[in-house]
């Protein structure tokens, strides 16, 4: 099986998954952040190198008060914890999106996790909060727009790659394989310039239910496909 170097996935699910259980809705994001723990290990056991997961959109803070409260808890205990599996897989991890919309302990978190996982280098994992692709975008134009109002940088050489050193994902190789799981067929804002080229795959399993067969699963099928890439078929 050739894995891929990148995998995306839009956490989706959790909700309904709970629904179906008779249980409240904070009761599934428990259980996705715990998947989403041992998703990690199983992602660098099979070798991949880059990982990337939509948390936290930025149209998630119209969710109910009492909701968006439960995930920032999340979010506070799992960036904490996030420390030890660094450790345990070596890995590097960083927060794409607008973290400054965020509660100043929880952005201080983000700080602490990113400096002390910098070390690793066998996975690097993106993890999106307060993300969307519009907003990085429109982020990323600013700060090129103020670098060239400032002079330093001209105008006739932007390209793809002068463009994509602006954005949150700076540096890192566009996914491979994007999975979204619970049976939505969206991309809802997620790594719309990055996507460009990338397998897609969806599946109906929601997010707590989604574990190491059926992310096989996905490597597999992505394995099937042909990948043109506009030109000539890989041989
Ligand atoms: C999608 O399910 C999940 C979310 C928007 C919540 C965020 C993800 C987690 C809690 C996983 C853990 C992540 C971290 C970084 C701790 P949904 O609520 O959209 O489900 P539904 O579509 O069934 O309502």
Aim: charged share 30%; proline share 3%; net charge negative.
């Amino acid at each position: 099986m050739r894995v891929p170097e990148h995998v995306a996935i839009i956490l989706d699910g959790n909700g309904r998954w709970a629904k179906s259980k008779g249980m409240p809705r904070s009761y599934g994001h428990m259980k996705g952040c715990a998947n989403l723990e041992s998703i990690c290990d199983d992602v660098k056991d099979l070798g991949i190198r880059y990982f990337t997961v939509y948390a936290f959109s930025t149209e998630n803070w119209k969710r109910s008060r009492d909701e968006v409260e439960g995930l920032m808890k999340l979010f506070r205990s799992y960036l904490k914890r996030c420390l030890k599996i660094a450790d345990r897989n070596k890995m590097q991890v960083k927060v794409i999106g607008d973290i400054t919309a965020f509660d100043p302990d929880i952005q201080e978190s983000i700080r602490v996790l990113e400096d002390y996982s910098s070390k690793y280098n066998e996975l690097y994992f993106q993890i999106a909060l307060n993300y969307g692709s519009r907003d990085e975008m429109i982020r990323g134009i600013r700060s090129l727009a103020r670098d060239v109002r400032d002079g330093r940088l001209n105008p006739e050489i932007i390209d793809e790659k002068i463009f994509e050193g602006y954005l949150d994902t700076a540096g890192v190789p566009d996914p491979d394989l994007l999975i979204r799981t619970s049976g939505e067929l969206r991309l809802s804002n997620f790594l719309m310039w990055q996507l460009a080229y990338t397998e897609f795959y969806f599946t109906d399993v929601p997010w707590p239910d989604f574990n190491r067969d059926e992310l096989v699963k996905a490597i597999e099928t992505y394995n099937i496909r042909d990948r043109r890439y506009g030109g000539v078929k890989e041989e």
